[in-house]
């Protein structure tokens, strides 16, 4: 119970400051406001109609450079003065997880903004309303777990901003694809059984990095 205690006052602290600082959040919304419109520019103004797959593609690439750019902040904008504080009132397991989730609700928040002025402007081929929204959470928890412990292992480390570039990408592949997959079943309005696999794996694949993330950051925070 002291655990969540802590992870909920964490969290509480993480949206304080982001609304203090709205400039960062109205930052990620305008660039997902522009990617979306530069897509619009290209496809739908020229008359052309985007393919299911394209749209499908461009929109998970949408998502994955706006998690990338929200998430990096993460660990990188906190000082170390701000972090030997928190080294002594909180421990490390509940940095770690309030960060996951603070940073899970910030990308689902925006997935869901930018699914719909995608939707708005692009058009809605999804045949499946609940499945691709369920799918966006799961990438949106995916990408928030593994990215903040990339953030957190880059923060130690120079120049921290390329290597949670190279070492997040690579991470983010596997996932990448399970999603593109489950979305695009939501968008050919398949039955829920044909992705029931992809989104167990997708599943199993957050619980696993939370779990490493539980284990393994403490030593990482102690260094």
């Given at each position: 119970m002291l655990l969540l205690r802590e992870v909920?006052?964490?969290?509480q602290k993480d949206f304080r400051l982001e609304w203090r600082q709205r400039a960062a959040l109205n930052g990620m919304l305008l660039y997902v406001g522009s990617t979306v419109f530069v897509c619009y520019l290209s496809f739908a103004l020229r008359g052309g109609e985007l393919p299911v797959p394209a749209w499908n593609a461009l929109f998970w690439i949408i998502l994955l450079f706006t998690a990338v750019n929200a998430v990096a902040k993460g660990f990188l904008q906190e000082s170390?003065?701000?972090?030997?504080?928190?080294y002594t009132l909180v421990r490390p397991q509940a940095v770690i997880l309030a960060k996951i989730a603070y940073n899970a609700l910030l990308l689902l928040g925006l997935g869901l903004v930018g699914f719909g002025m995608y939707a708005l402007v692009l058009g809605n081929p999804v045949q499946d309303g609940p499945l691709f929204v369920a799918n966006v959470a799961l990438g949106a928890l995916g990408f928030a777990t593994t990215l903040t412990l990339v953030s957190g292992i880059?923060?130690?480390a120079t120049n921290s901003s390329t290597l949670m570039a190279v070492l997040g990408f690579p991470l983010m592949i596997p996932m990448l694809l399970l999603l593109i997959k489950v979305s695009k079943n939501a968008l050919d309005g398949l039955e829920l059984e044909s992705s029931r696999s992809a989104l167990l794996?997708?599943?199993a694949l957050n619980m696993i990095v939370v779990a490493v993330s539980y284990l393994l950051f403490p030593f990482l925070w102690r260094s």
């Open positions: 909920w006052y964490l969290i170390r003065g701000r972090l030997l504080y928190y880059a923060a130690k794996t997708l599943v």
